[in-house]
């Protein structure tokens, strides 16, 4: 029996009010079993980007429930949510968003530093060998070209051992070949360190990557189903 890692219940987000008001998430519920590696799919404005920010606890939800690994996010206070983002959670960004003047090694280390910890080092050897930029780990951010900078993100992402990694758009500032390594490297992780992943995209080719693809559209879960296996799951 596979494990929950996360559930979803009747998460609903709502900004303005009276005639402005807008619902972004209408009522969204689902789960994600450990290490499964799900797509969220839809078009501009569909809610995938707010569902990103709650799962991560960057945003708040208007109602509804968010756990990872039993524990209710949202029940927590700001400082312990605060930890949480920190430990649980590995964003990884479309921009990458690294520190200019850190090298790739302090960028990856970097979460683990601020939460007060001393970095593993056999575990960043293990990781920058995973990565493919071992002899890039001095090098500063504008010295790696855009896939070496994603790997970088990807690398702080997957160092905390987060429960959960959420990106958004990993490869839309990608050419397609860099594309095509990020999402190999991403499957990689997935499967060796069975890190559960949620990636949203607009890339066909990266959602059929991966085991799972669930599509949103005007803040509701219109599908949602596994790939390669011939199953569907009921929304």
Do not use: W
Request: proline residues 4%.
């Amino acid at each position: 029996m596979t494990m929950e890692l996360l559930r979803i219940e009747n998460l609903c987000k709502t900004y303005g009010k009276g005639e402005n008001e807008v619902k972004a998430l209408d009522n969204v519920s689902f789960t994600v079993p450990k290490g499964q590696m799900a797509a969220v799919v839809g078009p501009s404005g569909s809610g995938k980007s707010t569902l990103l920010h709650i799962l991560g606890g960057v945003d708040r939800p208007t109602s509804g429930k968010v756990y990872l690994d039993g524990q209710d996010v949202f029940a927590q206070n700001a400082k312990n949510l605060a930890i949480f983002r920190r430990r649980q959670v590995g964003l990884i960004y479309q921009f990458y968003n690294l520190i200019p003047v850190l090298n790739a090694e302090e960028n990856i280390t970097l979460p683990v530093i601020m939460d007060g910890r001393k970095p593993d080092a056999k575990q960043l050897e293990g990781l920058l060998e995973m990565l493919g930029i071992k002899e890039r780990r001095l090098h500063l951010p504008s010295q790696l070209s855009g896939g070496q900078q994603q790997r970088v993100s990807i690398g702080r992402a997957l160092f905390t051992s987060p429960g959960v990694i959420l990106a958004d758009e990993p490869t839309g500032n990608l050419d397609s070949k860099s594309s095509a390594e990020i999402i190999e490297l991403l499957r990689k992780s997935n499967r060796e360190l069975n890190q559960t992943m949620l990636i949203i995209t607009h890339d066909e080719n990266i959602a059929l990557k991966c085991d799972r693809i669930i599509t949103i559209s005007d803040g509701k879960i219109t599908a949602d189903r596994l790939t390669g296996q011939g199953g569907v799951q009921n929304v």
